[in-house]
């Protein structure tokens, strides 16, 4: 569907490659993050997952889109008792589709929050969500490789739960709704010289605080669409299906790895600098 590769060639690869990730060629931090404790974190690289999560961003191991949510259909995400298929696809309407939801294990809401505050101020503790991707993260501007070279992640507007057809409440459908973490973004390659031109994208977090404190992350990703009043409005409504799916696919696959990663150092990170570092004054939606 649709003839525009915005200059993708599926066959290059363009950054660091995920599918084959080695921790051992990660580029090294400079001196002064070197020295800093966490920087262990850096250099183990991203979490390994269990076989059932790396099969959900295998090639060609697509759903069906008539398992996907679609733009209309995120209500569905305050209903624990709707099974929703994890996974990627291509819609119906050519945009590239992922979902996911992971359990966060003895990681607490204030520590996500705290984290997203520390991350504005401290580099280093952007770099370790995950290893060799995430580069730099301040006020809302974000540069990071997903899978098709190192990127700017600009802002297009945030999501209030109106504008993705849900209540301006939802604690009062779900009463384990914690936060909704929702954005419209503008992915524009930093190296003009590869030829890429910016995908459109958004990005869904709808965050679930369980009974024993544990969170859960519900995320719904959308290649070549943005959500706009509750529903979907194509953006690059002639994207190549390929370069849709591929899209979607990385980006299936980075979400999952951000989540284990967190798993993998948060609780220290956040034992070892709350005492010490202070984020209170950083404006955050979190």
């Not at 706009?228 to 409504?237: D, H, L």
């Not at 980075?254 to 956040?270: A, D, G, S």
Request: glycine share 8%; with cysteine; proline share 6%.
């Amino acid at each position: 569907m649709g003839n525009n590769n915005l200059g993708v060639d599926l066959n290059r690869k363009y950054g660091m490659d995920f599918d084959n990730y080695d921790a051992s060629k990660l580029p090294k931090l400079p001196s002064e993050e070197e020295a800093k404790w966490f920087s262990k974190f850096y250099y183990r690289g991203r979490a390994e997952l269990p076989a059932d999560r790396t099969a959900l961003f295998a090639p060609g191991n697509t759903i069906d889109p008539s398992e996907a949510i679609t733009p209309d259909k995120l209500y569905l995400l305050m209903d624990e008792n709707h099974p929703i298929k994890e996974g990627y696809c291509l819609l119906p309407n050519g945009a590239g589709y992922c979902y996911t939801t992971i359990r966060l294990t003895n990681i607490t809401y204030e520590m996500v929050a705290y984290y997203m505050r520390l991350i504005d101020i401290e580099p280093l503790a952007y770099k370790i969500w995950y290893p060799g991707s995430h580069v730099s993260h301040h006020n809302n501007t974000i540069t990071e490789d997903v899978g098709f070279g190192v990127e700017w992640f600009q802002m297009k507007g945030f999501i209030t739960p109106e504008d993705a057809g849900l209540p301006a409440d939802p604690s009062k459908k779900d009463p384990k709704f914690r936060a909704l973490r929702a954005r419209n973004m503008l992915l524009t390659p930093t190296d003009k010289s590869l030829g890429l031109e910016p995908r459109a994208m958004t990005l869904f977090h709808y965050v679930r605080e369980l009974e024993n404190g544990d969170l859960e992350f519900k995320t719904v990703v959308y290649k070549g669409m943005y959500i706009e009043n509750g529903g979907g409005v194509m953006v690059q409504p002639d994207i190549d299906g390929a370069v849709a799916l591929e899209a979607a696919r990385q980006m299936l696959a980075h979400c999952i790895y951000e989540r284990y990663n967190m798993i993998q150092f948060l609780p220290e990170l956040y034992n070892g600098l709350k005492d010490t570092v202070d984020v209170s004054h950083i404006n955050s939606n979190w």
